[in-house]
């Protein structure tokens, strides 16, 4: 950040002294006890994230007929609300108790209880129980994990068989918690299976639901609220008063993996300049809140098959934690933050404790020029990405990128902003590490009621400048 001024870093929070919902994060696949949580619960709370995904594992929880035990899922729900986080829970997956394709299947993935009317009885006693067991600590409730995508829905997906099923899992969440929230959709893909969200919708299920959830993992961050638009404009035809989440984004930190983008030349840099980016521009969408993929490293295990370790054994690197993997697939050694993690903390720490609003602010990007700074031009306002934020203490913030191609390029630029807000207090936080920068009397050029910010800083993530009192320092 040549020419700028360090001056600190910002204060980032705990997750019991933020109030802000819009963050939250995976900790997906207890269900089938891929990794041992107690070491994630503290980097969690530190982190200032609220919303954590859990997979509530019916086959880890009923093991002999009519008998539930939810001690391993009650440790982690309790750590989490303690923590000051809110759990949500995914109801997934079979069980092969009832189903005998689910013997086959490693965690039972994929093979929902609708065929057999033993199987139907016995998954909506579970989802009432579930929801009577989890009263007053969990609220919300999604209907089962991608089920458009054949990985969750084995014999093949159905709109109509889920739609269905959401409506009696609706149901049946209900009778055990009549205050209960219930989310449907978990669409591994709006742009792939839009056939198979309009056979859903016309079951009638959006009538039993208060969210629709998505997934969109894309470098192409830019073209996410096209998807939001689409599930908002369908929503108002089909139940206007339903929300929308976004259920699950991320990108893997190396390139040998698995799992969604898994063939990308992966770097830690690239995945937490994606997770800066992605995550400002679903705040800029019609979402509830946004939930990153995921908490720590662990085996995709979509897979796999019951006697076949090897099966499982399908590595991936979303976490925002390292880890290492044993012979059995799970999550091992001490789970260490990655470039990611930090990313995740400062955003949360510039929302800080109130949260900011999406709003316009009078900024105008100029044209680009020749400097000799970068033996080039300038990043012109149509090459600019930017959005801006508003508190409730009427400060403001601009997140402003270069939306490069995170796989090929890496950038650093120059640009000039014409600003009509107040003077006072003008900083630039780089997020990624959370230093704070003071902008020298050179880089302020009045211009009668206005003022020039001359060449400053653009990176290929988002930095940010803010006006009046948008965060605290340490």
């Known amino acids: 950040m040549n020419r700028l001024k360090k001056i600190g870093k910002i204060k980032t929070y705990n997750s019991d002294e933020i109030s802000f919902m819009k963050f939250g994060i995976g900790l997906e696949k207890l269900d089938r006890n891929m990794f041992e949580p107690k070491q994630t619960y503290e980097p969690l709370q530190k982190s200032g994230v609220k919303y954590v995904r859990l997979q509530s594992g019916w086959q880890r929880t009923e093991k002999t007929k009519g008998v539930y035990d939810f001690g ?10 303690s923590r000051g986080m809110v759990p949500w829970l995914c109801l997934c997956y079979g069980n092969e108790l009832y189903t005998e394709a689910a013997k086959k299947q490693f965690g039972a993935v994929g093979v929902p209880p609708i065929f057999a009317d033993e199987d139907k009885a016995a998954w909506r006693a579970y989802c009432r129980a579930v929801a009577e067991h989890y009263k007053g600590r969990v609220s919300l409730y999604e209907v089962w994990n991608e089920p458009d995508g054949v990985w969750c829905w084995k014999h093949g997906p159905s709109g109509t068989e889920y739609g269905n099923f959401v409506i009696e899992t609706a149901k049946a969440v209900k009778e055990g918690d009549g205050d209960a929230k219930i989310a449907a959709g978990s669409i591994y893909s709006v742009y792939h299976s839009p056939g198979w969200v309009h056979d859903m919708c016309e079951t009638g299920a959006c009538d039993y639901i208060d969210y629709i959830t998505y997934h969109e993992y ?6 996410v609220p096209n998807t939001v638009n689409y599930l908002s404009a369908l929503l108002n035809r089909y139940n206007p008063s339903v929300k929308i989440i976004q259920g699950e984004s991320g990108s893997p930190s190396e390139p040998e993996g698995n799992g969604a983008m898994c063939r990308g030349n ?3 840099d690239k995945q937490a300049k994606l997770l800066l980016r992605r995550l400002v521009v679903d705040l800029n969408t019609e979402v509830e809140f946004t939930s990153w993929f995921t908490t720590v490293d662990m085996s995709e295990a979509l897979y796999g098959e019951n006697g076949n370790v090897a099966s499982y054994l399908d590595y991936g690197y979303f976490g925002v934690l390292g880890a290492q993997f044993d012979a059995e697939g799970k999550s091992i050694g001490t789970f260490e933050p990655k470039k990611s993690y930090y990313a995740l903390k400062n955003l949360c720490g510039l929302f800080g404790k109130t949260g900011a ?7 105008f990007p100029m044209g680009e020029h020749y400097t000799e700074r970068v033996f080039g031009y300038t990043v012109a306002g149509r090459e600019l990405t930017a959005y801006g934020f508003r508190k409730p203490n009427g400060s403001s913030a601009l997140f402003y990128y270069k939306s490069t191609d995170l796989m090929t390029e890496t950038f650093e630029g ?3 902003l014409i600003v009509d807000m107040p003077e006072e207090k003008v900083r630039l936080v780089d997020p990624m590490d959370g230093s704070v920068y003071e902008l020298p009397s050179g880089m302020k050029k009045q211009d009668g009621g206005v003022y020039l910010l001359d060449e400053i800083p653009v990176r290929d993530y988002p930095l940010v400048l803010t006006f009046g009192d948008f965060f605290e320092e340490e």
């Open 357 to 363: 609003e999406p709003t316009k602010l009078p900024v």
């Open 266 to 268: 992966w770097s830690q």
């Open 414 to 416: 120059l640009t000039s």
């Open 72 to 81: 391993w899922l009650d440790e982690v729900v309790d750590e989490l609300v």
């Open 218 to 223: 894309t470098r192409r961050e830019k073209e």
